[in-house]
């Protein structure tokens, strides 16, 4: 059937239309699919893909390298995504909010001058916090039916990186002074120190490259110029020297713990004192300050000072007990945690500032926080 021209011209016009209207549509649903995201883009490193080795350090444990293939390049802002305001100028303080709310557990930071001005992850929640020099390093637990243990890192946006699995629950975290190598603790059995039935994990990872460079206890010990082995060894507590090839731990053995010297390249460790837990190593590398056991209870620790050259120790003037790893604030002042009672039995504790000084009074640094690392904050 023919139809007449004004029919045809009408069908012509309608068609046109039609593909003008189709031609709109489908700029509008592509111009929604290709609108920057307001989040970050995190990519994924394939599970088969190599892990690099350092060049200046000895090569990763093959038995190790499984913990970290699941790895995550450092996160990068998306194309006109909003960018996350810089920190303050002066020193910033990074912690772990530990105040019972909303915030409970996030990391967090904050002007060190103007610590009632906090800014919280929106993404992270951390069990223990340490950062240095752009590069930090979160220790976290995912509670569900099967509770997983990762570590997180993280810059100096809280913007998270690489992930790692865990072999066990958070303990102890450590950044070097350079933000390029970390050590992680973690509780393989057990889940504190107070009770000496415990076994513990202590990795050295290179932050740079997201690999594992060494575990702590396949190192040779000594102790006075011989070989000291037993198959209870247990470390924790690490803390860099301003070399990061050398770097200070508790070592536990037969119910006795020791300071120990270690060099990484050389995968050795030197028992230099007795009676320490929980090291700390001042901005200066002279002094290290640690909590030490005292009282026949064995649950009960002040906080003492050991001078590297002398091998003399202080005790220093807080009296109550402080089952933390120490952080020092500067060469004369050091940070640590207590519960917000006297009991000790508060999920939230506050930070508290000591002099080193053995006559100095300690004072409340900052309520409701826990596992502080003060830092210089980048030029603006």
């Avoid at 649903?29 to 690099?52: H, K, N, W, Y």
């Avoid at 709310?101 to 001058?113: E, I, R, W």
């Avoid at 001005?117 to 569900?144: K, M, N």
């Amino acid at each position: 059937m023919t139809l007449p021209e004004s029919g045809s011209r009408r069908l012509f016009f309608l068609l046109c239309a039609g593909c003008v209207l189709a031609t709109i549509v489908f700029g509008v649903v592509a111009a929604r699919r290709s609108r920057p995201s307001t989040g970050i883009v995190i990519s994924t490193a394939p599970a088969s893909a190599p892990l690099s080795t350092s060049p200046s350090l000895p090569p990763v444990a093959a038995a190790l390298r499984s913990d970290f293939k699941n790895s995550q390049e450092l996160a990068k802002p998306v194309a006109e995504a909003p960018q996350p305001s810089k920190p303050a100028a002066g020193r910033l303080v990074y912690f772990r909010t530990n105040a019972l709310g909303d915030n409970y557990g996030k990391l967090t930071v904050a002007p060190f001058d103007a610590l009632d001005q906090p800014r919280y992850s929106a993404e992270l929640s951390c069990d223990r916090v340490h950062f240095a020099a752009g590069r930090g390093v979160c220790l976290a637990s995912d509670r569900g039916v099967f509770t997983t243990y990762y570590a997180v890192m993280f810059d100096e946006y809280l913007r998270p990186g690489r992930k790692m699995s865990l072999n066990g629950i958070p303990s102890r975290t450590k950044v070097s002074p350079t933000g390029r190598l970390a050590a992680i603790t973690v509780f393989l059995a057990g889940q504190s120190y107070v009770s000496l039935n415990f076994s513990t994990q202590t990795t050295i990872v290179d932050l740079a490259q997201g690999e594992v460079l060494a575990d702590v206890e396949s190192f040779s010990v000594s102790r006075d110029g011989a070989v000291f082995q037993s198959p209870d060894f247990n470390f924790w507590g690490v803390t860099f020297a301003k070399d990061e090839n050398r770097f200070y731990a508790t070592l536990w053995s037969k119910g006795k713990t020791y300071l120990v010297e270690c060099d990484l390249a050389k995968r050795t460790a030197r028992v230099i004192h007795e009676n320490v837990e929980c090291p700390s190593l001042s901005p200066d590398n002279t002094r290290i300050v640690f909590k030490k056991r005292v009282g026949s209870a064995g649950t009960f620790w002040r906080i003492h000072l050991l001078d590297l050259k002398t091998l003399v120790e202080t005790a220093l003037s807080e009296t109550r007990s402080v089952d933390d790893q120490i952080e020092w604030l500067d060469n004369d002042q050091v940070l640590y945690a207590l519960s917000e009672n006297e009991k000790g039995s508060s999920a939230s504790t506050d930070i508290w500032v000591l002099p080193t000084s053995p006559t100095g009074t300690p004072r409340m640094l900052l309520r409701g926080a826990f596992s502080p690392a003060v830092v210089a904050a980048k030029p603006i």
